[in-house]
């Protein structure tokens, strides 16, 4: 029997297009790497202890609860786990006094991405009180849905705050792109079955299937994120 459906052009078919953009903060958006270093090498300093520039590479991109565990038990440093991560979120926010600066090419990209009407979701492993002191420089009206790391029970490097943020915005999450800078987020994003666009900030990330590594978020837009949908098999 022959169907007398038009054809459609599968590249175009609505079922292939882009149907979210899902954006990590720190190191994606904002370069916030170094102040949160800074905060870590701060308040070990106060305990007692100074930070070997390798646990750098160890803690970025991660969860707060996995990182201020792995210094805890670097350092031997006598603190609760609850109290460290207290501390960390507090003089981080003091450090940045709600003001930090946006990485080349990410305000023209949220800018972009709200012009072209493409719903966009902040996904971090920062606690929401960060997100909160953060977005003030990013600007909130840029997502329609921001996920922070302690408002779901996992978060980074399992898929569930990809899942969510996709669920929230009615997306499939193969129809969604991730904009990550870490390891840690990559594979978040990767397990979620989401496409990625790796911006690496301190350490090296491969390009592989599903994964485009790009230099910087001016190499990024809308008609290339469009593609990375339109071009799956």
Not at 104 to 127: K, N, W
Not at 147 to 157: L, S, W, Y
Request: a negative charge.
């Amino acid at each position: 029997m022959t169907s007398s459906i038009p054809a459609v052009d599968p590249r175009t078919a609505e079922g292939s297009a882009l149907q979210a953009v899902l954006l990590d903060m720190d190191g994606t958006l904002v370069d916030t790497e170094g102040i949160w270093w800074d905060t870590e090498v701060s308040i070990f300093a106060e305990l007692g202890h100074a930070l070997a520039e390798e646990y750098r590479e160890v803690v970025v991109g991660g969860p707060m609860t996995r990182s201020a565990s792995f210094l805890i038990q670097a350092t031997g440093a006598d603190i609760a786990l609850a109290e460290l991560t207290g501390l960390l979120n507090s003089r981080f926010t003091e450090l940045i006094d709600g003001t930090v600066p946006l990485l080349p090419g990410a305000r023209r990209l949220l800018t972009e991405l709200a012009a072209h009407g493409v719903p966009t979701a902040l996904v971090s492993a920062s606690h929401r009180r960060v997100m909160e002191s953060v977005l003030r420089s990013i600007g909130p009206e840029h997502f329609a849905l921001t996920v922070a790391g302690d408002d779901i029970g996992r978060t980074k490097p399992h898929p569930d705050p990809y899942l969510f943020a996709a669920a929230g915005l009615g997306a499939d999450p193969a129809r969604c792109v991730v904009v990550e800078d870490t390891v840690t987020g990559v594979t978040a994003a990767e397990a979620a079955g989401c496409q990625v666009v790796a911006v690496p900030s301190l350490v090296m990330i491969e390009p592989a299937v599903g994964r485009t590594v790009v230099g910087s978020l001016e190499e990024v837009d809308v008609p290339f994120l469009r593609t990375l949908i339109t071009g799956m098999h």
